[in-house]
């Protein structure tokens, strides 16, 4: 089991598959965002120099939010097939 802020969003027994497949898009927008955010401290290494710690914890917080990312398109095809096999047997019935 994976770490989550909102264990709600992705509750499989209190959310529908399609409010979990909205989740998965929701969470991997939000990692790309802060994926982009970690550039910033970059911009610090002009006024106080100590590039390697600026560089270091910049690429750190990148493969982090990698591994999040990396994970909701992972698991949203997954729920995607799903989704698509529920309907399927809900229509033929």
Not at 22 to 39: F, K, P
Not at 60 to 70: R, Y
Request: charged share 25%.
């Amino acid at each position: 089991m994976m770490p989550t802020y909102d264990k709600k969003a992705f509750n499989f027994r209190e959310r529908s598959l399609k409010e979990l497949i909205g989740a998965t898009c929701q969470a991997e927008i939000v990692h790309e965002l802060m994926l982009v955010e970690a550039l910033i401290p970059l911009i610090l290494i002009i006024p106080y120099g100590r590039a390697i710690i600026f560089i270091s914890t910049t690429l750190l917080c990148i493969f982090i939010e990698l591994v999040f990312i990396i994970i909701q398109r992972y698991n949203r095809p997954r729920l995607v097939k799903l989704y698509l096999r529920e309907q399927r047997l809900y229509k033929n019935n």
